[in-house]
C-alpha cells in the first residue's frame, strides 16, 4: 500500500511538472447542498445518489440518452418464471480496492438495501428473496410478478461484502440516527472513480477508479480523472464562482443569473424538465398538531382545508415571480415523462382566495389556525423563496404558517420523523414508473419500516388508495395497469393528500468546454463527461 501510495504521488508530481503522458482532466462543480451520505443504503436523497453512480454500480442501468434498461454489472438476464428472473454477471469486475466481484456480493448488496435501516425499500419492494445460481449468476425471485423490477435495479447498487464486514458496515446507516458507521464516509465499489477525500460541507474529490472494468471495455468517453465537489450555500457564491472560473459548471444555478451566464462567451446554459414534481405535504395523523392554536384537534386532517390552503396558492405567481419561468405547473405526483401520467390526472384546483375562505369557514376555521410549516433551504430551485411566498398567499385567507428552513442533511431526517406539520418534498421518479412515487407518498405506512409509504411522512391514509397501489404493484398488462394508475391519481386529487406544485426545469450552468449529457433526473453521467 504504500509502494503504491508513493508511486502515485510521483505519477501527480510528473503531471505538474508536464512529464506525464497522460493529461489529467479536473472536472470542478458546485451546488447549494452536500451530499448526506457515501453509504449507499442509507438516504434516498436525488444529490447523493447521482454522487454514487460515480462509485457504485447496479446490475442494469439506463442508457443517458434513451433512458432505456441495458445491462452494466448484468450482461443479460431471462425470465426463469414469472417470480424468478436470472441475471448473468460480467466477468472480470473488480472493487475499487482491486479484489474481485461476486455473486454473494451481489446477493449480500440487494439484501442489504432490504434492511430495516435502509431507506431503500422502495427499490426492493416485490423482491422476496436473491439466490446465488453459480459463481457468475444470481437468481431474484419476487413475492409476485414484478413488471418495474428491471426499472427498480438501476437504483440498487452493489457494494463488497468482504469491506462492509470489515468495517462493520454490514447494515446500512440509520437516517433517524446521528450514529455513523464507516460506509458513511467511506466507499468500496466498481464504478469508474473512487472516493480520495471527503471533508463534509466542504468538499468531496473522486479520483479515477484503475480497476474499473469500463477501462478495458472502452465505455468510457469522457476524459475527466478527477471530480471535485464544493457545495456552496449562497446562490451568489456559486455564480462568482462560475464566473471566476473556479469552478466548471454549477447544478443549481440563480434563475435571475441565466441570462447573464447565457450572454458570456465563455459559458452556457443546457436546462430540460426534471421529473421531479415539487410539492407540499401535511400531517393527516396527529389528533393535534403541535405548536398550533387548535387544540383537540387537527385542521389538516379535514379534505376542506387542506383544499383551502391548495386554492389559496397562486401557482402562476410563483412560475412567474420565485421561479421566473423555471417550472412547469402540475395538478399531480408524476411528471409528464413517467409512465402512468395522464393529462386527465393532471388537473389543478383553480386558485381563487373566496373559495378557500368559504371551505375553511364551512371546516370550522373562519378565523383560520396558527400551523408549523418546514422548508429545505439548499435543495431545490429557490424553496425558501417558494415556501415565503406561500406563507404570505396562506395568510390572506387567515392560516398563519410559522415558517422555518432548514438546510438539506438536517431537514430530511427530520421529516421522517415526522416533525413537521406541514413540509415541502420534491419527488422524482428513477424507475420513470409511477409505482415509485404512488407507493412512496400514498401507500398507508408500513410500521416496519418497509417500502410501502416510505415518504408518507404526513401519514396520509385511505383504503380504497391501498387497494388500487397493490394492484399496481403486480399487474402485467399494460393498459390495466395504467387504467390503474390514473385511477389512483385521480382519487389522490379528490383527497387532496398533498399540494402539488411544479415541475422543476432544471438549468445546468457551465464553462463552455464542458460536454455533458443533460438528464431528466438531474444527474451527471460521470462515465460521458468531458472538459476541454
Not at 473556479?246 to 430540460?272: H, I, M, T, W, Y
Request: net charge positive; proline share 5%.
Amino acid at each position: 500500500m504504500k509502494a503504491n501510495k508513493l508511486l502515485w504521488c510521483a505519477a501527480l508530481a510528473a503531471v505538474a511538472l508536464g512529464g506525464s503522458a497522460v493529461q489529467a482532466k479536473t472536472f470542478k462543480w458546485s451546488s447549494a447542498s452536500d451530499i448526506p451520505t457515501l453509504d449507499i443504503h442509507s438516504q434516498n436523497n436525488g444529490l447523493g445518489n447521482g454522487v454514487h453512480q460515480a462509485l457504485y454500480e447496479s446490475l442494469v442501468n439506463y442508457n443517458s440518452k434513451t433512458f432505456k434498461v441495458e445491462p452494466q454489472l448484468a450482461t443479460e438476464w431471462q425470465a426463469v418464471s414469472p417470480t424468478q428472473t436470472r441475471f448473468v454477471l460480467r466477468q472480470g469486475v473488480k472493487f475499487s480496492d482491486g479484489t474481485p466481484m461476486t455473486a454473494e456480493d451481489v446477493k449480500f448488496s440487494i439484501e442489504r438495501a432490504m434492511a430495516k435501516t435502509s431507506n431503500f425499500h422502495v427499490y426492493t419492494q416485490g423482491i422476496e428473496k436473491v439466490v446465488v445460481a453459480g459463481p457468475n449468476a444470481v437468481d431474484i425471485f419476487t413475492k409476485t410478478p414484478n413488471p418495474v423490477l428491471l426499472n427498480q435495479l438501476t437504483e440498487l447498487r452493489i457494494m463488497s461484502k468482504a469491506w462492509a464486514e470489515k468495517h462493520n458496515s454490514v447494515a446500512p446507516k440509520d437516517i433517524k440516527t446521528t450514529d455513523e458507521s464507516y460506509a458513511h464516509r467511506n466507499a468500496m465499489g466498481t464504478g469508474p472513480f473512487m472516493v480520495k477525500e471527503w471533508q463534509p460541507d466542504q468538499k468531496l474529490v473522486l479520483v479515477d477508479n484503475p480497476h474499473w472494468w469500463g477501462h478495458a471495455a472502452k465505455v468510457k468517453t469522457g476524459n475527466v480523472t478527477e471530480i471535485v465537489y464544493t457545495p456552496v450555500k449562497a446562490e451568489a457564491t456559486r455564480m462568482a464562482a462560475l464566473l471566476s472560473g473556479a469552478v466548471d459548471l454549477v447544478l443549481d444555478p440563480s434563475a435571475q443569473d441565466l441570462k447573464r451566464v447565457s450572454s458570456n462567451p465563455q459559458l452556457k446554459v443546457v436546462e430540460g424538465p426534471e421529473n421531479r414534481p415539487i410539492f407540499f405535504g401535511m400531517d393527516q395523523h396527529r389528533d393535534e398538531l403541535p405548536g398550533s392554536n387548535i387544540k383537540g384537534k387537527n385542521p389538516l386532517k379535514d379534505q376542506r382545508v387542506r383544499q383551502a390552503l391548495y386554492q389559496a396558492i397562486d401557482i402562476n405567481a410563483i412560475h412567474k415571480v420565485a421561479m421566473r419561468g423555471l417550472s412547469q405547473n402540475t395538478g399531480t405526483l408524476v411528471a409528464p415523462m413517467v409512465n402512468g401520467w395522464t393529462q386527465k390526472a393532471d388537473q389543478r384546483y383553480p386558485y381563487d382566495v373566496a373559495a378557500a375562505k368559504k371551505l375553511l369557514a364551512d371546516a370550522g376555521y373562519k378565523d383560520g389556525f396558527e400551523v408549523d410549516f418546514a422548508c429545505p433551504n439548499n435543495r431545490y430551485i429557490n424553496d425558501e423563496r417558494i415556501c415565503q411566498s406561500v406563507a404570505a398567499m396562506w395568510s390572506k385567507i387567515g392560516v398563519k404558517a410559522k415558517l422555518r428552513t432548514l438546510p438539506l442533511v438536517t431537514y430530511f431526517p427530520m421529516i421522517q420523523r415526522h416533525e413537521a406539520s406541514i413540509y415541502m418534498l420534491g419527488w422524482s421518479s428513477p424507475t420513470f414508473d409511477s409505482l415509485y412515487s404512488l407507493q412512496s407518498l400514498l401507500r398507508s405506512k408500513d410500521p416496519n419500516g418497509g417500502a410501502d409509504g416510505n415518504y408518507n411522512v404526513g401519514r396520509y391514509s385511505n383504503p380504497e388508495m391501498d387497494k388500487l397501489i397493490d394492484q399496481i404493484k403486480i399487474e402485467t398488462d399494460k393498459a390495466k395497469r395504467d387504467a390503474l394508475i390514473e385511477q389512483a391519481l385521480i382519487l389522490e386529487h379528490k383527497d387532496v393528500s398533498h399540494l402539488p406544485l411544479h415541475n422543476q426545469v432544471i438549468p445546468w450552468a457551465m464553462k463552455k468546454g464542458v460536454e455533458v449529457i443533460h438528464r431528466p433526473d438531474n444527474r451527471i453521467d460521470w462515465r460521458h463527461l468531458s472538459v476541454k
